[in-house]
C-alpha cells in the first residue's frame, strides 16, 4: 500500500487499455466538439476587473487565496462522497478524497 491508501501497483481492477483503443477513444471523442459561446460585454469586464485584482494582490495574498481555493474543493468533493456514501468512516472519506486529489482518478 501507498501512503494514500492505494495500492503500490496502480489499480490492478482497473481495466489496462492498449494505445490503439486510447487513440481510437480519443478520435470518437473529436466528433463531440462543443462550441464556446462568446462572452457578453458584462463577462468581459467582469473578467478584466478580476485579472486586474489579481495582478495586484500579493504573492502571498495569491498563495492564500490559491490554498483557500483548494481547501473550499476539497470540502465540497469530501461532501459530494459523504452524500454518495454515507456509511462511510470518516477515514475512508478522507482516503478517497485524497486518492482524487493526487491520482485525478474517482472511479470505484
Known amino acids: 500500500m501507498s501512503p494514500f491508501g492505494l495500492p503500490a501497483a496502480g489499480y490492478p481492477d482497473r481495466p489496462r487499455r492498449s494505445r490503439v483503443q486510447v ?28 485579472n486586474d485584482l489579481i495582478r495586484k494582490m500579493s504573492p502571498a495574498r495569491r498563495l492564500e487565496t490559491a490554498l483557500s481555493l483548494y481547501k473550499t474543493a476539497w470540502e465540497i468533493k469530501k461532501c459530494g462522497l459523504r452524500s454518495l456514501h454515507p456509511d462511510w468512516t470518516e477515514t475512508a472519506l478522507e482516503a478517497r478524497t485524497r486518492r482524487v486529489f493526487v491520482t485525478g482518478y474517482a472511479g470505484d
Open 23 to 50: 487513440s481510437r477513444f480519443k478520435s470518437q471523442l473529436s466528433r463531440f466538439k462543443f462550441p464556446i459561446p462568446p462572452m457578453s460585454s458584462h463577462q468581459l469586464k467582469a473578467e478584466e476587473i478580476q
